[in-house]
């Protein structure tokens, strides 16, 4: 990829550069991030390059990253027009990347404080639209009807830990814990790479885990697979997509975890251990939920009565 800085003169990331964005994209899939996520990162990759070439008249090298680099390409996007939700994303990208690279050691600690200290262009909040009561208990029907063991295991699991689905498909078989009574999961941040929340599971999905389990067997690996191993974001897209349109309701795997959320606020839950529950970096994006569960009545509950509760260092919080 070759860029024209504003001297003229053509320039193209260093080699070092795009092999380590190859490692970055590589790393992705591994984490079975959907194709579409994937590409949107590299055409955000591609046009930051190509801006930080011109603007700053050197190739880019994310060693060299800054928050004045930030804070400059967001407001060139904002001359230009862009959308406030297009111009965060790609600040979201930018933070993503740079704290994977600092991971590997190839951005300075302080570099990487000053990029994730950029602010985000304001924008009117969107209320995150959980299922109702009625949708929840049409789309249940459906699953239980129609769905095999590990379909039903991955829709309860969505459903009771608000889980992204990119969480959801890094999980590893090692990550379930069941007992008799108790179970919980393991979740990698995506944020740091490092294990730090536990989730208990209410009665159905720890009896969807298990039965799905039963027919997978326990080898080590991960933990929901297809016909050619891991699944990925997309696939459990698809699948979701399958069951909604038996129910003939609307859902992601976003609306799920909107509806776990919705329903933990509707039964008392607190606001900051939901946050904590999410993975949520601010209080302030948690608290756009309780907008939501004010303005429904029909905000729906888990499909278990049992709240879930983060575990830490032995102890349950919550």
């Excluded at 804070?71 to 990208?93: C, E, I, S, W, Y």
């Excluded at 909040?125 to 959980?130: D, L, Q, V």
Aim: contains cysteine; proline residues 6%.
């Amino acid at each position: 990829m070759k860029t024209r800085t504003r001297d003229g003169i053509m320039s193209s990331p260093p080699a070092d550069e795009q092999a380590r964005f190859a490692d970055f994209v590589a790393d992705l899939e591994r984490r079975g991030r959907a194709p579409k996520t994937i590409g949107s990162y590299r055409s955000d990759w591609v046009g930051f390059t190509e801006w930080y070439a011109s603007a700053r008249g050197a190739p880019f090298g994310l060693e060299r990253l800054n928050g004045d680099d930030v804070t400059a390409f967001r407001d060139h996007l904002q001359a230009q027009g862009m959308r406030p939700a297009t111009v965060n994303r790609k600040l979201v990208f930018l933070k993503r990347y740079a704290a994977w690279g600092r991971s590997r050691g190839d951005l300075a600690p302080p570099r990487l404080g000053a990029v994730r200290g950029v602010d985000a262009v304001p924008q009117g909040p969107r209320e995150p639209r959980g299922l109702s009561d009625l949708e929840l208990r049409r789309f249940l029907r459906e699953v239980e009807r129609r769905a095999g063991p590990r379909d039903q295991a991955i829709i309860y699991t969505l459903l009771e830990t608000g889980l992204r689905v990119s969480e959801l498909v890094a999980l590893q078989v090692d990550d379930i814990h069941l007992g008799v009574k108790s179970g919980a999961l393991t979740v990698e941040d995506e944020r740091t790479q490092a294990r730090c929340r536990r989730l208990t599971l209410g009665v159905n999905g720890r009896r969807k885990l298990r039965r799905y389990l039963n027919e997978r067997g326990e080898e080590p690996g991960p933990l929901f697979v297809g016909e050619r191993g891991a699944l990925t974001a997309n696939a459990v897209q698809r699948l979701l997509r399958k069951y909604c349109g038996f129910a003939k309701v609307k859902a992601s795997p976003g609306t799920l975890r909107h509806t776990f959320a919705n329903g933990f606020l509707a039964n008392e839950g607190d606001l900051v251990e939901l946050a904590d529950l999410l993975g949520h970096e601010s209080l302030e994006t948690t608290r756009l939920y309780l907008s939501a569960v004010r303005r429904s009545a029909a905000a729906a509950p888990p499909p278990t009565s049992e709240r879930p509760r983060v575990v830490a260092g032995g102890g349950e919080r919550g």
